[in-house]
């Protein structure tokens, strides 16, 4: 089955700063990569997703990177706020089995 | 706006107990899925379905089973309680269009302490 690893477990930036979380991926029929955000006591929420046909997808501050290659993606979060403080966590979906294997998350935490 | 409902926020069970995690969901999503969330440990699947009657084990089943009678409902069952069970639950559902599998919304999480 898929596995999913997530890094960094924790991370600490300054308001304004940029942030990056990685993730590797083992299954090569994954095709469908989301994120979520979960605020502390919330459910967790989308914030961006890619499929494989597309190595980068933007949206406002944040963007993730694609390289099927290396079965890697990336988060990125640019001009941070003290609201994007939360765990993320990435997540990987095989055409096998269609169900979302996840990431053991990140804590992000932005200083003001 | 995409509901997803779990029956209860926090549950306080006895070890040995059989407990019932009821979920519902009503934007007619065909797929339905049941995580335990741990710290360190990220979210981690234990059972799903892509229909009415149909189950599939995920990465954790051991301990639990589900029943899924109506599109809208799917409830997670712990045979006998343990305290290894202790934990957050998480339902999610989610769609299949042309495109491929679709975001999956959660629901507000139960949080289940086992005595």
């Not at chain 1, 089955?1 to 600490?12: A, D, F, M, W």
């Not at chain 2, 599998?101 to 139960?110: H, K, R, S, V």
């Amino acid at each position: 089955g898929e596995n999913v690893e997530q890094h960094p477990s924790t991370l600490s930036v300054q308001e304004g700063d940029s942030a990056v979380i990685k993730c590797t991926y083992s299954d090569s029929a994954s095709n469908y990569f989301p994120w979520y955000k979960q605020e502390l006591g919330k459910r967790p929420q989308l914030i961006i997703d890619i499929r494989s046909n597309v190595g980068e997808k933007k949206d406002q501050r944040i963007a993730v990177t694609l390289n099927k290659t290396a079965k890697h993606f990336s988060l990125h979060i640019t001009e941070t706020q003290p609201e994007d403080s939360a765990v993320y966590f990435c997540a990987a979906m095989d055409t096998g089995r269609r169900a979302l294997t996840f990431g053991s998350g990140t804590r992000l935490q932005v200083q003001p | 706006d995409v509901k997803v409902t779990q029956s209860s926020r926090y549950l306080v069970k006895r070890t040995g107990e059989k407990v019932f995690l009821e979920c519902v969901q009503d934007m007619d999503h065909e797929n339905m899925f049941w995580y335990r969330q741990d710290p360190g440990l990220g979210l981690r699947l234990i059972y799903f379905s892509y229909d009415v009657k149909m189950k599939e084990k995920g990465d954790i089943p051991e301990g639990y089973s589900v029943s899924r009678e109506k599109k809208e409902r799917f409830s997670l069952i712990l045979e006998s309680a343990s305290t290894n069970q202790t934990s957050m639950y998480l339902c999610a559902s989610s769609s299949t269009t042309g495109l491929g599998d679709t975001e999956a919304f959660f629901g507000q999480g139960t949080r289940l302490t086992v005595v």
